[in-house]
């Protein structure tokens, strides 16, 4: 299965930069690994019974006609086929995560893209016309709000997809462009290695509110240092980096998968939480402006690898996403 060669090479790399810097492979408190992995599996069987019951309550729901429509769309061959496409992408997950964390050995390069963003701005901070724009208060609270929303948002999006999706092998798709996007991310982290205006320019956000951004921003700034300070340490991990932002990259994916499965009012509300989230990433100090750019760029290229992965022939027929009237029971393949 091409997803799986993917998975196994990128977990190979992994593999090879842990030896490299002598720093083992870690999921911190099962919180990378085996928790989100429950998380799956919890979402999945509560989207497969809503699933069930709205194709049910197409004739007259009863919990006898739900039963046989899991049974029949359910079947051994699908599940596994489902449990495959999970374990894959959190196994790319947790290797994504681990060299996210050995990248911080790798000097920032902060003043280079504080440079292209005020180069872009001519001469301005982009965080702070945003500031002089929205102000430093309800704003704050707001983007907050749209920022620390993305985590649930892709949690939930990506086993959706897989569940969902009338033809398991077009929940694939979803599933492969998540992989290709993460692993084109921390590419893009070791590219150009940094740790976001809101370190490299501080007084840029001095006026905002304090909430639990600053907390957050200050944890993995003390996460890097211990990490440097103590790398063989059991509990020395870090989660910071800048670029490419890969909360645009995820949204932007999020919102071209929408549109592929024909879901024109989610893909507006996607496209919406997307601008939130450009603004967000920015006004709050994690990212410089080209961040979002190549953020962007990551998600369209992921898309069109996602898509080749699946169907490297090209797709014949139209794609059929989640809960399309009319159908009761999934295709396999």
Known sequence: MRLWVVA??????????????????????GAILLSR?????????????????????????????TLDVLRTRWNRERLVLV???????????????????????????DAMLLGWDRWLFLGHSPAVLLHDLLGQHVAAYVLMVVYESFSWLATVSFVAAITLTTRVRDGYVFIA???????????????IPSLGPFHSAPQDFAGLPHTMIQDTQ?????????????????????QISAFASLHVAVTTVLLLMARYYGLRRTARAMTVFLGGTL??????????????????????????LGR??????????????????????????
């Open 279 to 304: 603004l967000a990433t920015v006004y709050l100090g994690w990212h410089f402006a080209v961040d979002d750019l190549a953020g962007l760029v990551l998600a369209f290229v992921a898309v069109g």
């Open 8 to 29: 196994a090479v990128f977990a190979a790399v992994a593999l090879t930069r842990s030896y490299a810097v002598g720093i083992p492979l870690r999921d911190p408190h």
């Open 83 to 109: 449990a495959s496409a999970l374990l894959a992408y959190h196994l790319v997950y947790f290797c994504y995560h681990n060299l996210k964390s050995s990248d911080v050995l790798r000097a920032p390069r």
């Open 177 to 191: 462009s998540a992989v290709w996007v993460w692993i084109l991310g921390v590419g893009s982290y070791y590219l």
């Open 37 to 65: 992995l429950g998380i799956s599996l919890g979402l999945f069987v509560v989207l497969s019974l809503v699933d069930a019951a709205l194709r049910v309550c197409r004739r007259g729901w009863t919990a006898r006609r």
């Open 218 to 238: 200050a944890r993995y700034v003390a996460q890097r240092a211990h990490l440097l300070a103590h790398p063989a340490a059991s509990d020395s991990f870090a």
């Open 308 to 333: 080749l992965t699946i169907y490297p022939r090209g797709r014949t027929g139209p794609v059929e996403g989640p809960l399309r009237r009319g159908r009761e029971a999934a295709a396999v393949r």
